[in-house]
């Protein structure tokens, strides 16, 4: 079992930064792929960004230049840096966790992961 706590939201102004944390526990937490998805009001969750054990990354389209994934393994946490934030990256964003390690095909899909954070809202708003 993984438990994940995610951190870091709140109101920023548009062009502004925010890095959201996810906390992990359990000791396995360097053999998992970890992701970020992100939902707004109405809308389905969507994909945000995934690293692997093996520090393999994936961006959607929308945040590519401007969102960094990292993890750090002796803290059991990932960690997702936004810049140049527009009012349509608001949303609860939510870290994910995917035991099988790796990044495939379906990691940009969330029913590709097994353990799931309570979410954390990011508004982009003057």
């Known amino acids: 079992q993984v438990q994940l706590v995610e951190s870091g939201g709140g109101l920023v102004q548009p062009g502004g930064s925010l890095r959201l944390s996810c906390a992990a526990s359990g000791r396995t937490f360097s053999t998992y792929a970890m992701g970020w998805f992100r939902q707004a009001p109405g809308k389905e969750r969507e994909f945000v960004a995934a690293i692997s054990w093996a520090l393999s990354i994936y961006y959607a389209d929308s945040v590519k230049g401007r969102f960094t994934i990292s993890r750090d393994n002796a803290k059991n946490t990932v960690y997702l840096q936004m810049n140049s934030l527009k009012p349509e990256d608001t949303a609860v964003y939510y870290c994910?966790?995917?035991?099988?390690?790796?990044?495939?095909?379906?990691?940009?899909?969330?029913?590709?992961?097994?353990?799931w954070g309570q979410g954390t809202q990011v508004t982009v708003s003057s």
């Open positions: 994910a966790a995917d035991d099988r390690g790796r990044l495939t095909s379906g990691s940009r899909r969330a029913s590709q992961y097994d353990y």
